[in-house]
């Protein structure tokens, strides 16, 4: 019996591959449009992908981190350690625009961003003017800070009524 | 598992003495994640959908900040525990969480100054640990602190809210003010572990930290048009392991899965 290796890994095929791995939360992004993947390393056979987590508390962290190592199995690579790496801290600023634009698609507004919740002083201050994805509106008000998941606000759109998550900016 | 056995035979004798720090972060971890605990007993009975939500959002992430304290914990200690053991097979007396975050949840108003009097803490002081000199602790600090800034937006404007709103909210505002403010001292007192790490200076000054501190909880006490509580006596003792009655409860409930069923993993 005759068996077949893989063909030795290289960065490329890796970034490739780790385009197929979806947020389980929101599944119409990559993890690479998220901007979690800081860095792909391969040694011979064995491959390195170093990720930042995005919240503290994000339940989707280890989910991911199964599906990079079952992506990279089904195409014959077992040697692979992920790595964390907490700092530089996450900011939705490394999300790509395609990831932006996919958001939007989808349902989700897409980060606002600079518009980072830091400013713990400006209480009540004006809400950001966040787009209603679905009618396209700029006439929406917040609902809530804190959404369906760690990564997003709840929005409401006063033109189409209807309520929306806001990717919240995280910077 | 034989290496793990012999490791553990041989510790007594052999195990160096635990980073200084060691303490210290435990001591971070258990506040997060006792509060979390707290919160997390809200879920599903917020007053109103939105803030069920905050509350278990606010909780996720303490909870994911005290995991990441009890995981350094875990190899400053090298003694062979991990984040697990720490949470979950440590009793009452070992834990070192300030007496305000095991405090009982009370109706909404006595949660949110709870909640008021730890995020205005918690923030500065990560906003001090991120520029600190210990790279691993600065790093959770930068990511946490974050997180924690959308937590005391959330609890300073409910402060606001419930001080400046109806003659109920402001009644039962007052109530938990006149109960809970004891216990905020104890956040910014030293122990005398707290005291050395800061003559080492691997830990802010915590006076340093009242000006900021004190600054916003005025600011947003006007706001709510509430009197600045006098400097009451300060309750303390359980940064040393002198616990409230609380403690033992919610650590029964917290521990009841890993002690039923061992060897549990996060």
Redesign the interface.
């Known amino acids: 019996m005759v068996t077949t290796s893989p063909p030795a890994p290289t960065e490329a095929r890796i970034w490739q591959l780790l385009e197929e791995v979806s947020d389980p939360e929101v599944p119409v992004l990559s993890i690479l449009d998220l901007g979690i993947v800081r860095a792909v390393a391969v040694d011979g056979e064995h491959i390195t992908v170093t990720i930042t987590p995005t919240y503290s508390g994000c339940p989707a962290m280890s989910a991911i981190a199964t599906d990079i190592r079952l992506r990279l199995l089904a195409e014959g690579y077992r040697q692979v350690t992920i790595h964390n790496q907490i700092s530089p801290a996450w900011t939705t600023d490394w999300m790509s625009q395609a990831g932006r634009s996919k958001l939007e698609a989808y349902g989700i507004a897409p980060p606002i961003d600079g518009t980072a919740s830091g400013h713990v002083l400006n209480l009540f201050g004006q809400d950001t003017a966040v787009r209603c994805p679905l009618c396209k509106s700029a006439h929406t008000h917040l609902v809530s800070q804190f959404g369906s998941t760690a990564c997003k606000a709840l929005y409401q759109c006063d033109d189409c009524r209807e309520p929306f998550d806001y990717f919240k900016c995280h910077a | 598992m034989a290496a793990t056995q012999s490791e553990i035979s041989t510790a007594p004798a052999a195990a160096p003495a635990a980073n200084p720090l060691f303490p210290f972060v435990l001591q971070l971890a258990d506040t997060s994640l006792i509060l979390a605990h707290r919160l997390s007993e809200w879920c599903g009975h917020g007053p109103v959908l939105?803030?069920d939500?905050?509350l278990?959002?606010?909780a996720?992430?303490?909870?994911?900040?005290a995991?990441?304290y009890y995981q350094y914990a875990a190899e400053l200690e090298g003694r062979g525990r991990t984040e697990d053991d720490l949470a979950y097979l440590r009793s009452a007396v070992e834990y070192r969480n300030p007496l305000l975050v095991e405090q009982p949840n009370g109706d909404f108003a006595h949660t949110i100054v709870r909640q008021f009097l730890f995020d205005n803490f918690h923030?500065h002081l990560l906003k001090e640990l991120q520029s600190g000199p210990d790279?691993r602790l600065?790093?959770?600090a930068?990511?946490?602190v974050?997180?924690a800034?959308?937590h005391?937006?959330?609890s300073?404007?409910w402060l606001?809210r419930l001080g400046d709103g109806t003659p109920e909210s402001r009644q039962r505002l007052d109530k938990a003010i006149a109960t809970l403010w004891r216990f905020a001292g104890e956040l910014t007192t030293p122990t005398a572990l707290e005291t050395n790490l800061q003559e080492l200076g691997l830990l802010p000054d915590y006076a340093a930290l009242l000006p900021a501190m004190q600054a916003?909880a005025a600011?947003?006490l006007a706001?709510a048009t509430v009197p600045l509580p006098a400097a009451p006596f300060a309750q303390q003792g359980g940064k040393s392991g002198r616990h409230s009655e609380h403690l033992g409860y919610l650590l029964a409930e917290l521990q009841y899965l890993q002690r039923t069923y061992p060897g549990l993993t996060w």
């Open positions: 939105e803030q939500l905050a278990a959002n606010i996720l992430d303490l909870l994911g900040e995991r990441s923030y790279a600065a790093a959770i930068e990511k946490s974050k997180e800034s959308y005391l937006k959330w300073s404007e606001i916003h600011h947003v706001e």
